[in-house]
């Protein structure tokens, strides 16, 4: 590996030393010294003693006890997340009915990490120590004391329970007076605990504007915001009170309302890191090739590798594979694993599972594994530089989920994944000049490069209706805001007031979906066809149903055609759908015409939850068998705003939006490439060398006009109806 590696810059042992000073991301200073066999057989409490975090216990549970919000800032492994949480129950934070919650940005963390607690605390997953994520409740009311869930979660419950005071589980009697009074405020501490702060998901910080608000209200609560690499200070002075909101009588209770700043110093086990000597081309290439070096030079140990979504994953999964069938000679032994958010439970599961005895798992992920997972076998990390990242433009209202570069923080989270129960190696696909010099040093809070629709509208749902003012720890920009409030306007989901409307905004405010799709499936309940559209609204929320990858184009498109409808994707979808369901489910069939199991059986599963949330909210549940015309209507009414119409005179497939006049094109993709009819709507778009419609159906122009009268406006129709 020497040619193509280059190790980081040596350092002495000994000290944290910030990568940025030596080019080499030092895990010095390590608070283990053990060897990971030592590691392995010690009992779950020394295991917890070891931990960087464990000599900062009395300081945190004192700085809780006496601040309104504590900033809590260590390396990644350090225990903050699996840790801090038992130190509050241990210090009797969750006693008389109270509960302790800690978020995480991602799905798959708060399932990892709320098991692994309840394994270090010996108790039954699902009883004192729960998890919530979307569509998914395992927590057990009056038992669960430790509740981890996703930040997007913890944002839905605050819509029923604004003030959460439901994380108190107790009655409150505000009127009595004096030391009763006391006695009654005791009640009501209870901690949140913000986890991967750093991250800037968009629900962490929309939580942050309504946890400082919430503070000024109820001073009590306590909240924790924990992270790896967040910018502590701007932290802390975004919850600092301005002098006029300052409540004294807080202080007399004892409790400081300025944040306060602890930083836990120690790391987890040593990681070495490699650079690549070159800049290199094919970074999907290079994984592979770096897979399998690993596997040929390297002892034992799994590898994670870090790409960017499911095409490159798939891709090198079959690359791998094709190498332990053909040559066998460099790869045997090796079991390939992808991890990405478009795979079922079951599938992402398979991660966790230990490889049997000889055998090295390479798991190929997105950057859902990027924080707080522990994978306990992962030895080397292989990261990419890349992920893929949302932009949103508000003036052309285009939103692209675009393969962007990764900030060193990311780097460093990423590089931490090994490393974590034994040292480990980390081989980045790019320069160590260019880590030290070009890569950004923290990523763009998403909040910042996102449409605002959903954020708006939860807002909304929680009673904020001044949101140009809202407290954001990283403004918007207006024209997003703007743009947000037009878009739910014209969907009938906000009034002339910007408040929402009834039924309609309240029923789509309860589909933890983009409202786009949440309209659609209000609308199909009216159509008669919500069967179909909540079919459809589960294949949208994976990212493709088809095996796609590199020589196999030919094949992947010839099955594709077996089930392509004139009315385009959205109706192929449903005729996949009926012949994976036919099949009884079949793996085989699957693979016989290149759908994506893993994908067909996530679809499944959203499905399921679809149907239940519809069902709730009062929807009613009817196919329309084979009337396709009222699936077009249902669509149109979700996705009004994506209309384009082909350019009279365009040889080559170009489309104009309706709105904003953008130039875009038929996805490779869809059944409707080449085909390019008059009248379009998209789900998503995707730019590469062009503006890309991915997910495309046809339309009649008269339903735009019956669905969004307003928003097509008069002077339009004449050209619409042309
Ligand atoms: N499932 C697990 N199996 C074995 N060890 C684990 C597991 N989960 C956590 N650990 C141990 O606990 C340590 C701390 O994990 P924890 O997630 O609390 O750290 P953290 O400071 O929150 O890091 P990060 O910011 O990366 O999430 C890990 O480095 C590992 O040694």
Same mark, same amino acid.
């Given at each position: 590996m020497s040619q193509f590696w280059k190790p980081g810059t040596e350092r002495p042992q000994g000290r944290v030393v910030d $990568?940025?000073?030596?080019?080499?991301?030092?895990?010095?200073?390590?608070?283990?010294?053990?060897?990971?066999?030592?590691?392995?057989?010690?009992? /779950?409490?020394?295991? &917890?003693? &070891?931990?960087?975090?464990?000599?900062?216990?009395?300081? /945190?549970?004192?700085?809780?006890?006496?601040?309104?919000?504590?900033?809590i800032v260590g390396e990644?492994?350090?225990?903050?997340?699996?840790?801090?949480?038992?130190?509050?129950?241990?210090?009797?934070?969750?006693?008389?009915?109270?509960?302790?919650?800690?978020?995480?940005?991602?799905r798959l963390a708060v399932q990892a990490v709320a098991s692994r607690v309840a394994e270090e605390m010996g108790v039954k997953l699902g009883e004192e120590v729960g998890y919530t994520i979307r569509f998914e409740d395992v927590t057990k009311p009056d038992?669960?004391?430790?509740?981890?869930?996703?930040?997007?979660?913890?944002?839905?419950?605050?819509?029923? $329970?604004?003030?959460?005071?439901?994380?108190?589980?107790?009655?409150? $009697?505000?009127?009595?007076?004096g030391r009763a009074f006391e006695h009654e405020l005791e009640k009501l501490r209870h901690v949140i605990m913000l986890d991967e702060a750093h991250e800037r998901s968009i629900s962490t910080d929309i939580l942050l504007g309504l946890l400082k608000k919430i503070q000024r209200r109820r001073p009590e609560l306590r909240l924790i915001i924990s992270s790896a690499t967040i910018e502590a200070k701007s932290m802390s002075d975004f919850f600092r009170m301005r002098k006029k909101r300052r409540e004294p009588e807080n202080e007399e209770h004892g409790l400081q309302v300025e944040p306060v700043i602890l930083s836990v110093e120690g790391r987890g086990f040593n990681v070495q890191i490699n650079y690549s000597e070159e800049p290199v081309q094919d970074y999907v290439q290079a994984a592979v090739s770096t897979v399998l070096l690993i596997h040929e030079r390297e002892p034992a140990g799994d590898v994670l590798v870090f790409l960017t979504g499911q095409d490159d994953i798939d891709a090198s999964v079959q690359l791998l594979n094709d190498e332990v069938q053909t040559t066998g000679k460099h790869s045997s032994g090796l079991i390939v694993l992808p991890l990405y958010s478009g795979l079922s439970r079951a599938?992402?599961?398979?991660?966790?599972?230990?490889?049997p005895r000889g055998k090295r798992k390479v798991i190929i992920s997105t950057n859902i594994a990027e924080t707080s997972l522990t994978l306990e076998g992962i030895v080397y990390v292989v990261d990419s530089g890349f992920s893929k990242q949302r932009f949103y433009n508000p003036i052309s209202d285009i939103e692209n989920l675009v393969v962007a570069p990764i900030s060193r923080a990311s780097a460093r989270q990423r590089a931490g994944r090994a490393g974590r129960v034994r040292p480990g190696k980390c081989y980045r696909l790019y320069t160590e000049?260019?880590?030290?010099?070009?890569?950004?040093?923290?990523? /763009?809070?998403?909040?910042?490069?996102?449409?605002m629709v959903s954020c708006v509208i939860q807002l909304k749902a929680l009673g904020i209706d001044n949101i140009l003012g809202f407290d954001w720890p990283a403004s918007p920009s207006t024209e997003a805001m703007i743009r947000a409030l037009e878009i739910l306007y014209s969907l009938r989901v906000l009034d002339d007031d910007a408040k929402l409307t009834s039924p309609t905004g309240f029923q789509v405010a309860e589909i933890p979906l983009d409202p786009m799709v949440s309209k659609m499936i209000i609308a199909s309940s009216q159509l008669g066809c919500s069967e179909e559209i909540i079919t459809i609204a589960a294949v949208l929320s994976v990212q493709s149903i088809w095996i796609s990858g590199r020589g196999i184009q030919k094949e992947s498109d010839e099955a594709k055609l077996r089930f392509a409808a004139a009315e385009g994707d959205h109706v192929t979808f449903l005729n996949v759908y009926k012949g994976f369901h036919q099949s009884g489910k079949s793996s085989q069939w699957c693979h016989k015409n290149y759908v994506n199991y893993h994908a067909m059986r996530k679809v499944l599963e959203v499905r399921e939850q679809l149907k239940r949330i519809a069902k709730r909210i009062g929807l009613v549940l009817k196919s329309c068998e084979s009337d396709m015309q009222v699936v077009r209507k249902a669509v149109t009414a979700g996705f009004f705003a994506n209309a384009c119409h082909l350019e009279e005179y365009s040889h080559n497939g170009m489309y104009k939006t309706l709105r904003g006049s953008q130039e875009v094109y038929i996805h490779p993709s869809s059944v409707l490439f080449r085909v390019n009819p008059k009248w379009v709507i998209y789900n998503s778009l995707v730019s590469t060398d062009r503006q890309y419609m991915r997910n495309v159906i046809t339309i009649d122009p008269s339903c735009l006009l019956e669905a969004a009268p307003h928003f097509y406006q008069l002077q339009q129709s004449n050209h619409l109806l042309r």
């Open positions: $990568d940025e000073e030596g080019g080499v991301l030092f895990l010095s200073g390590s608070h283990h010294s053990s060897s990971s066999s030592r590691y392995g057989y010690a009992s /779950i409490d020394k295991q &917890r003693q &070891r931990l960087p975090v464990f000599k900062y216990r009395t300081a /945190i549970l004192y700085l809780v006890e006496t601040r309104a919000t504590t900033i990644t492994g350090s225990g903050k997340t699996t840790q801090i949480p038992q130190y509050l129950k241990e210090a009797g934070w969750a006693a008389g009915g109270r509960l302790i919650a800690c978020t995480q940005p991602r038992v669960t004391v430790l509740k981890f869930l996703t930040d997007g979660v913890l944002l839905r419950e605050m819509m029923d $329970d604004p003030l959460l005071t439901k994380y108190r589980n107790c009655e409150l $009697d505000v009127k009595v007076p599938e992402q599961e398979l991660v966790f599972s230990q490889a000049e260019y880590f030290l010099n070009h890569m950004s040093n923290e990523g /763009i809070p998403e909040i910042q490069r996102s449409s």
